[in-house]
């Protein structure tokens, strides 16, 4: 079955501090990855994605991700979390098998950020 | 280029009124999925359309659910006969009529059913 996990539901760090978010997916075809992020009572904005080429990916805001197949995880980090970081997370997989990207999405990881 | 609209972005229903969800493409998108968010859960496919056809909609609930998009207008997503357990934020996204591209999604509809 394609599902995501996210490990993590809550995750708190300080300020300053290196984060590191947990993302596994099974899917059965060449998978295609997206992190969002969602703030409170706002849409979904992608943060990165990874289609194919290299494996470590960088995206807005200082995050990066890197896919790694033998594992089937694609875990998101930031080396310095900043408090406006302080949101919702959510990890997706999708082909485009009929040429359309369907996502599946992780159940997400809120992160708190401590001053 | 404004992003993908959504109206409204909050909508309060009684129990057994109707929904209905506007999603607006960006220009140039003749794509466009919605999805659903049950509170505190992900977000899950409902249904895939192009212009005037439903292509995929392997996620819809099989009753009081419909998706369109006509030729001209916004994607509707209709709600018939509401429930509690409908309350929840409606996601549409668009994407261009290009083949693997990614979407672009919207601010939601926080849909509340009392």
């Known amino acids: 079955a394609q599902s995501v996990t996210q490990p993590d539901i809550h995750i708190t760090v300080s300020e300053g501090a290196s984060l590191e978010l947990r993302c596994n997916y099974s899917y059965g075809a060449t998978p295609y990855l997206f992190w969002y992020v969602q703030s409170p009572g706002q849409g979904l904005q992608l943060l990165l994605k990874?289609?194919?080429?290299?494996?470590l990916v960088q995206g807005i805001k200082g995050f990066e991700a890197e896919f790694k197949r033998s594992q089937s995880s694609f875990n998101l980090r930031k080396p310095s979390v900043h408090w406006s970081d302080a949101a919702e997370y959510f990890c997706?997989?999708?082909?485009?098998?009929?040429?359309?990207?369907?996502?599946?999405f992780g159940a997400g990881t809120r992160l708190a950020v401590h001053p | 280029n404004a992003g993908v609209m959504q109206n409204p972005r909050h909508l309060v229903r009684r129990r057994g009124q109707e929904a209905r969800l506007r999603c607006s493409p960006m220009?140039?998108?003749?794509?466009v999925y919605w999805y659903r968010q049950l509170p505190e859960e992900g977000l899950k496919f409902m249904v895939y359309?192009?212009?005037?056809?439903?292509?995929?909609e392997s996620g819809m609930p099989k009753e009081r659910f419909s998706a369109e998009f006509p030729k001209e207008g916004p994607s509707i997503l209709r709600i018939q006969q509401v429930v509690r357990g409908d309350s929840a934020a409606y996601f549409c996204?668009?994407?261009?009529?290009?083949?693997?591209?990614?979407?672009?999604f919207g601010q939601g509809t926080r849909l509340t059913v009392v």
């Open positions: 359309l192009q212009k005037e056809n439903i292509i995929d």
């Open positions: 220009k140039g998108h003749s794509h």
């Open positions: 990874y289609f194919s080429g290299d494996t």
């Open positions: 997706a997989v999708g082909g485009f098998s009929g040429g359309y990207n369907k996502l599946i």
């Open positions: 996204a668009s994407s261009p009529p290009i083949r693997n591209t990614e979407a672009f």
